[in-house]
């Protein structure tokens, strides 16, 4: 009996969870449908709700965007939206900062979040799973005086959460596996190994 339940639960676990991730995803997006006016909403027209609507809508929203974004009236229409939100002190400091960001982890350009690594944490003796972000300030690598990176070390089972540290790059240790197995070993807790995928691309130095 024992056997049963447990490998019931090992099949409706993985699924509860991903159509409850779901839900709430698609749910958050049906809040778009509330930019538009009552008289054009599906409820109202049709007389019932449609799941997922507003997910649509927002896809919507977001395609068009880019499509107007590519042209030269859209581009402009962008700088001075830019431009209109430069002028506002607080409002400035959290859009640029939010714009860097999603620069440069949608951009395809760069190394942020691209190249999984091995660093030393919490303690000498142990390793843990790391994202490479980028490269120190200026300022931070002059007071070391040692080339360093940037790293995020995720947390487990919820790797949206994590920490961010400057580590030394001769104690790294590049691993040759993507970003969304990486993701599934952290997840899983170390459960679920990524496949083989080839030798280290790199080995700590210090040792």
Request: overall charge neutral.
């Amino acid at each position: 009996m024992k056997k049963y339940f447990i490998t019931g639960l090992l099949i409706w676990i993985p699924l509860a969870i991903t159509v409850w991730v779901l839900s709430a995803i698609v749910g958050t997006m049906d809040q778009s449908l509330r930019l538009l006016p009552s008289a054009i909403h599906p409820t109202n027209l049709l007389g019932f709700n449609i799941p997922g609507a507003g997910t649509v809508l927002t896809l919507l929203v977001i395609l068009l965007t880019g499509v107007v974004a590519t042209n030269i009236i859209g581009q402009r229409m962008v700088r001075f939206w830019e431009a209109l939100l430069a002028r506002i002190p607080v409002v400035k400091s959290i859009y640029y900062s939010v714009k860097q960001i999603s620069d440069t982890l949608f951009s395809g350009s760069g190394e942020a979040f691209r190249k999984v690594l091995l660093v030393r944490y919490p303690h000498p003796e142990a390793w843990a799973v790391a994202f490479l972000t980028g490269t120190p300030a200026e300022d931070v690598s002059a007071m070391t005086g040692e080339e360093l990176v940037s790293v995020f070390i995720p947390t487990a089972p919820s790797p949206v959460n994590g920490f961010f540290f400057f580590v030394k790059k001769n104690e790294t240790i590049e691993l040759d596996m993507s970003v969304d197995d990486a993701l599934k070993y952290i997840v899983s807790m170390g459960v679920v190994a990524p496949p083989p995928r080839g030798n280290l691309l790199g080995r700590a130095q210090n040792e």
